[in-house]
């Protein structure tokens, strides 16, 4: 049976043996979902008035600062959302390639950065989970409860 993550206005299923953790220190704005494999799905309410791309700059400049090299592809963000900007951001951690997707959008009238991080074998083993994540995120309206 699936696990109900209810955070911030947004409500979607994600599998029952991930851990779903909200940050305090956050004020509530943050959680985090946890794969077993060691992989997450975090999502942000942003609330600052920086643009999509300077956020996501931000995040690539922390990579970069952190592992040194990292590859970045702009992806469309209409196979995601109707509006906001996706980034697909791959780095060397150990001998392990990582990839990060990093998605800025809006939802029911708030901005959020959702980042969903595995190792590559894993990201590819989980991503038709992480897309239905991502499609029930794009249809959830928190007006409909």
Same mark, same amino acid.
């Given at each position: 049976m699936p696990a109900t993550f209810d955070e911030f206005g947004l409500r979607f299923l994600y599998p029952d043996n991930w851990t779903s953790v909200v940050d305090e220190e956050e004020? =509530?704005?943050s959680a985090t979902l946890q794969l077993p494999s060691g992989g997450f799905c975090s999502i942000v309410r942003d609330q600052s008035q920086n643009l999509d791309e300077q956020l996501v700059d931000e995040i !690539?400049?922390? *990579? *970069?600062?952190e592992y040194n090299e990292v590859e970045s592809e702009i992806l469309p963000i209409d196979q995601f959302f109707d509006n906001g900007l996706a980034v697909?951001?791959?780095?060397?951690?150990?001998?392990?390639?990582?990839?990060? !997707?990093? *998605?800025?959008?809006?939802?029911? =009238?708030?901005?959020?950065? *959702?980042?969903?991080?595995?190792e590559s074998r894993d990201f590819d083993a989980n991503e038709m989970v992480f897309a239905a994540i991502l499609k029930q995120l794009r249809e959830c309206d928190p007006s409909d409860e």
């Open positions: 004020a =509530g704005n !690539r400049d922390a *990579i *970069i600062a697909d951001l791959k780095f060397y951690y150990l001998d392990l390639l990582v990839m990060l !997707r990093t *998605i800025v959008t809006r939802i029911a =009238g708030q901005r959020f950065v *959702i980042q969903i991080q595995s």
